[in-house]
């Protein structure tokens, strides 16, 4: 099992910054990716971005590129999500995810652990 532990969440007003961290534990040698997503209310989970967890190549959603970071600390096993030019259609709950055989990194259903949660808001 991997337990994933979002933090950094909150209220931040357009055109600012927040930084989302997760920190992952337990089998974490398991897991292939790192990825975070966010639903907002009525809507679908999106995804925001991810990872290797080896190192590599990341991907963004296209609403979110330019804009968002993922990185990651292996030593510290915790992975962060930079958020630049915050909007308030970045608003919505925003999930850490990890997958052990992953294959499209876009797809929510390919991904085997998710953290609680966290809430980021943008005021308009």
Sequence with gaps: QVQLVESGG???QAGGSL??????????FSINVMGWFRQAPGKEREFVAAMWWSGGSTYYGDSVNGRFTISRDNAKKVVYLQMNS???????????AAG????TVRLDAQYDYWGQGTQVTVPS
């Design 86 to 96: 915050l909007k308030p259609e970045d608003t919505a709950v925003y999930y850490c």
């Design 100 to 103: 052990k055989s992953i294959v």
């Design 19 to 28: 930084r989302l961290s997760c920190a992952a534990s337990g089998r974490t």
């Design 10 to 12: 909150g209220l931040v």
